[in-house]
């Protein structure tokens, strides 16, 4: 039922937005709309401990733009290993997180557009599951189920019921078991200079 709401929507509401590629100009935009959309305890989450100090995956930081240009939405993914396979290998994966649209936004489709764009564009690239931390009944019509995230943990708190996982390859995590860790590139820092 909520597909068909998101469908009817989009047709009727007229697109004032476009999906884009962020870009290293919408660090502060993204930042406020973060802090705007979930509040100042966003940075005390469990899937914050895997995304600090790391970048997200290749392509895979997406944000919504208005017809002026401005961020108001955003989505990012982010390489993490689903804990270890049968034969105790690591399982590659995406982290999908946050998810977020502008208050003065919300109800227009961004959400389940940047969704959509996401998970295609982690496909596109040959990835073969997305997890993420979420209200089920938004995002089970993306996909994402808690049975396929059964034997898996994050590292901290967090409600069992609002793990979920999307696999874009079948099978991919059949077996995977353990504590999601965080496997994606750090972020560089600059150079500390010496004062002389």
């Not at 007229?14 to 973060?34: C, H, K, Q, Y």
């Not at 305890?41 to 919504?64: I, N, Y």
């Not at 990835?127 to 808690?146: C, I, N, Q, T």
């Not at 967090?158 to 077996?175: I, M, Q, T």
């Amino acid at each position: 039922m909520a597909a068909v709401v998101d469908s009817l929507r989009a047709f009727f509401a007229p697109t004032t937005f476009v999906i884009d590629s962020e870009n290293p100009g919408d660090v502060v935009a993204r930042e406020n709309l973060l802090d705007r959309a979930m509040g100042a305890g966003r940075r005390r989450k469990s899937s914050e401990k895997l995304r600090r100090g790391r970048v997200p995956a290749e392509g895979l930081a997406l944000v919504a733009r208005d017809a002026d240009g401005h961020v108001i939405g955003t989505v990012r993914l982010w390489n993490v290993e689903a804990g270890v396979n049968r034969e105790g290998q690591p399982v590659p994966a995406l982290l999908l997180g946050p998810l977020a649209v502008d208050p003065a936004h919300e109800g227009k489709g961004i959400g389940g557009m940047l969704m959509r764009a996401a998970v295609q564009e982690a496909k596109n690239r040959g990835h073969g599951a997305v997890l993420l931390v979420g209200d089920a009944a938004y995002y089970e019509r993306f996909g994402f189920f808690a049975q396929r995230a059964q034997h898996l943990v994050m590292p901290g708190p967090f409600e069992r019921n609002r793990f979920l996982a999307l696999e874009l390859k079948e099978g991919w995590l059949d077996g995977a078991a353990g504590m999601l860790v965080a496997s994606g590139r750090k972020l560089a820092l600059p150079p500390l200079r010496r004062a002389a």
